[in-house]
Structures are given as structure tokens and as C-alpha cells.
């Protein structure tokens, strides 16, 4: 999640929904479902072992019974070019089982997956979420956070409803915890984007707008972004979106990055990688309790994803959260610090984020001042270059990039604005350390 993530256009159409929120699924009624899947199925024993045990491994995803839309609504959404079929899926029989994300839905026709963005119906599991963003604006590339990514560059930053985590201090879930058709309006005209109108759309003209893959990259480049940034909600939710765009995008010279939670299988990650050149995953704490707790997912799958990044060769940087009670422990800071230095490398940049009370969480303080340097420290310790505390302005140096051969401050930011940069081909101007990171 971005750094202060909030976008000037950003729909939410709470007071016009469009269709009303369904029923969700019981623990018993998933069993019960899964074993009818299973049932359904009529392939070697081999293959049964694998779903059973797949499908045991999905019933902790509540899926959205008979969630689906229908009728008008699901005409009017698949006249916009807003619905395509969903990639990395299986089929169990009647049912399907999506392969995205490790929440790993099982669906019945006429249900709606845990993200709320792809449906089953007609024997085919769909996403709801393309081209048709909710959330789009230029921001810093510093906001992100990308600190060590083409320094002091605008990028166009786009996302859709829906996530398949719940965390409890979301501070955009009035997108991420959405239906797409919460969020946008297919009746009426169509609107066409057009970029130079792009800071006079008014949300009603936003809800209404498609922005296909080449729309988002006229915007890029009629701005002069260097780079799109898939962004604000989940975008492994809009996985089909984000790919296709990024895919264009690449043959355009334009960059993409990624800004996660990192909840997605290996098979679609490594898919992604090929097109993705710079990422932030929200690692958001180091304890397989608290992310049950927190966030209504695993910690495993995160460091797989963190993982597989620097195997794949993506620019990676990490985001954590402290959220007072839940994150806070230094212990558990130095865990993960520990686990980042040894699987990452110490170039890995690591950004601290401070807690302001959102969402379900409104009771909680901000995170301490003192909390935020002692996690710095922690991590320093630890052995990593490049730690900075962010969303607070009381920390000295918080986004100073400093030489790690010589100490002296390469890069100092002031909020999201770069005021110096003392890098010369990606070396410090002083020393000549290279200082990781993709600098054009
Ligand atoms: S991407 Fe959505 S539908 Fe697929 S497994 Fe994840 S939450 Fe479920």
C-alpha cells in the first residue's frame, strides 16, 4: 500500500450500489462444498490426492455465495469490455477453483470470489476488474515507496476494487474493500479518455470511463511518466488488468511497478516478473499469528513472493507497517530484519512506515516517534544499507539514502520531493560505491 495512498479520483459508489452485498460462505458449508468438488471429479487418483488436499488448504477463503451479478448489470458490465476470463484457474467439475492468490477459492456457479472481483458463471471463472480503474492518478515515485527507482519521476498510478486480504488498518478500503461495481457506473454513455482532459474528469465522468491498457499508457506518456504503477488497492486482484497493461506498457519502453501485499501463487508471479521492473511489498509483520489477526492472511506465501522477486531479478523494496500492539515488538523487528538480510541481501531497501488510526482500527494510536527509531536501529544492525522511517516527520534523515562505503547522505528527499542526488552512473559522486537500485 502506498505511503499516505489516496488518490484525487477515487470512487467509491457506497451510496449507489448497484447490487447488494451477498451472503458469504460458513466454515461447514465450504467443507460440505469442497467434498461435492471432489465428487464432481472424475480423473486418476493422483490427481484427487492434489485437489484434496488443495481443496482442504482453501477453506479458510470465505467466497461470496451466489455473489455474482446478473441480468442488466452483468450485460451492462460485459458491453463495457469490463469482464474477460480470469487466467490461472482450474476446473473441479461443475466448479472452479481460482489459482491466483493462496486464499485459493473454491467457487459454485453464480459465486464471487474472496477479492470481490472474479465471478463464476456460465463454466467460466471471470474478472470484473478491467479497464475499468477506480482509483488513477500521477504521483511521485517516491510515494510508492520507490526510493532507489528512477529518482524524482512522476509515474501513473492505477488500481480497481478489491483485495483478498482484510486488514484491519486499511487505509484505502473504501476501494479495496469494494465490489468493482462499487465503484464504477456502466449505465449511460461511455466516456472517453482523452488525456489532456485528465484533471477535469469529475467522479461521475470517472465512474462512467473505461481505461484500457493502451488508454493508461496515452496517459503515461502524454504526462512523460517513465513508468505505470499498479497501486492503492491489490492489484493481484486485477491480476489480468495489471498484466496486459504491463505487457504493452514493457513493448513501449515504459516501466512497471508493482505495489503489494505479495499474496499471489508462485505460477502467476513468475508470469509477472517477466514484465514487472520495480516492486514494494507490504511486508507486514514477521508472525504468522499476527497476519491472521491483522491482515486475514499468511506469512509464508510473503516471503516466497519476496523470494522469488530477487530470484527473478525485479528492483525490490520493502514496506513495514508498525502498527502499535500488533507489529511493534523489536524482537519480531529484528526477526524479520534477519530473515531480510539473509534472503534478500543488505542492499534490499527497507522502509518503516508509521500507523495513523484507519478502518477497524480507530482506537489505536499513531505509531511512537521512539518506536519508529528504534526499529531503524534495529535494522542498521541487522546489517541493512538502506532503512528509512516514512509517513512521519520527526525523524531526522528518515529519507536520506546514504553511501554505505562512505556514510555521506547520495540522495535527500524532502516528503516525496528528491532535493539532492550525488549519484553519478548509479555510484556515490564521493566514494564511487555502487548504491543498488535502477537509476534511468
Ligand atoms: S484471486 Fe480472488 S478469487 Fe482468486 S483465490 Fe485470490 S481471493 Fe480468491
Redesign the pocket.
Known amino acids: 500500500m502506498d505511503q499516505d495512498a489516496q488518490s484525487p479520483i477515487n470512487n467509491s459508489l457506497s451510496n449507489r450500489q448497484l447490487s447488494p452485498e451477498p451472503k458469504r460462505t460458513s466454515r461447514r458449508k465450504v467443507l460440505k462444498y469442497g467434498a461435492a468438488a471432489l465428487a464432481g471429479l472424475s480423473c486418476g487418483s493422483a490427481a484427487v490426492c492434489y485437489v484434496a488436499r488443495r481443496a482442504r488448504s482453501a477453506t479458510a ?1 470465505a467466497v461470496f455465495k451466489n455473489g455474482a451479478p446478473k441480468g442488466e448489470l452483468w450485460e451492462l458490465w460485459r458491453r463495457r469490455g469490463w469482464v474477460k476470463e480470469a487466467q490461472h484457474y482450474l476446473k473441479l467439475g461443475r466448479n472452479v477453483q ?1 489459482k ?2 493462496p ?3 473454491l467457487l459454485e456457479p453464480e459465486d464471487r ?3 470481490r ?2 465471478v463464476y458463471k456460465d463454466g467460466t471463472l471471470w474478472t470484473m476488474a478491467y479497464g475499468n480503474p477506480c482509483a488513477f492518478h500521477i504521483d511521485p515515485i517516491e510515494k510508492k515507496p520507490l526510493f532507489h527507482f528512477i529518482p524524482g519521476t512522476g509515474v501513473f498510478s492505477i488500481a480497481t476494487a478489491g483485495c ?1 486480504f482484510r486488514c484491519l488498518n486499511c487505509q484505502n478500503w473504501d476501494i479495496s474493500q469494494r465490489k468493482p461495481e462499487e465503484t464504477k457506473d456502466p449505465r449511460g454513455e461511455p466516456i472517453q479518455l482523452l488525456p489532456r482532459q485528465f484533471y477535469s474528469l469529475d467522479r461521475n465522468d470517472a465512474a462512467r470511463m473505461s481505461m484500457f491498457p493502451d488508454d493508461v499508457l496515452a496517459v503515461a506518456e502524454f504526462f512523460g511518466c517513465p513508468s505505470v504503477a499498479y497501486t492503492y488497492s491489490e492489484p ?2 486485477w491480476y489480468e488488468y495489471m498484466i496486459d497493461t504491463a505487457k504493452a506498457a514493457r513493448a513501449k519502453g515504459i516501466k512497471n511497478v508493482w505495489v503489494t501485499c505479495g499474496y499471489i501463487q508462485e505460477e502467476p508471479l513468475v508470469e509477472l516478473c517477466r514484465y514487472i521492473d520495480g516492486a514494494n511489498v507490504d511486508l507486514k509483520s514477521f508472525d504468522e499469528n499476527v497476519y491472521r489477526r491483522l491482515n486475514s492472511g499468511k506469512l509464508e506465501p510473503i516471503l516466497s513472493t519476496l523470494k522469488t522477486l530477487r530470484r527473478e531479478g525485479v528492483h525490490l523494496e520493502v514496506t513495514n507497517l508498525i502498527v502499535p500492539t500488533y507489529t511493534d515488538r523489536p524482537e519480531m523487528i529484528r526477526r524479520m530484519c534477519d530473515w531480510l538480510v539473509e534472503n534478500l541481501g543488505p542492499d534490499c531497501p527497507l522502509h518503516f512506515s508509521r500507523f495513523h488510526p484507519a478502518h477497524k482500527l480507530t482506537h489505536l494510536p499513531p505509531t511512537p516517534v521512539e518506536v519508529l527509531v528504534e526499529a531503524r536501529s534495529i535494522a542498521q544492525r541487522a546489517g541493512l544499507h538502506y532503512v528509512y522511517v516514512g509517513n512521519c516527520r520527526e525523524v531526522d534523515d528518515a529519507e536520506t539514502t546514504f553511501c554505505p562505503g562512505c556514510k555521506k547522505p547520495v540522495i535527500e528527499r524532502n516528503v516525496y520531493s528528491v532535493e539532492t542526488i550525488n549519484l553519478e552512473g548509479g555510484k556515490c559522486r564521493s566514494c564511487g560505491t555502487e548504491i543498488a537500485g535502477v537509476w534511468s
Open positions: 477463503a481460482c491466483l492468490c486464499n485459493e477459492c470470489g474472496r477479492c472481483n472474479r483478498g493481484t486482484a
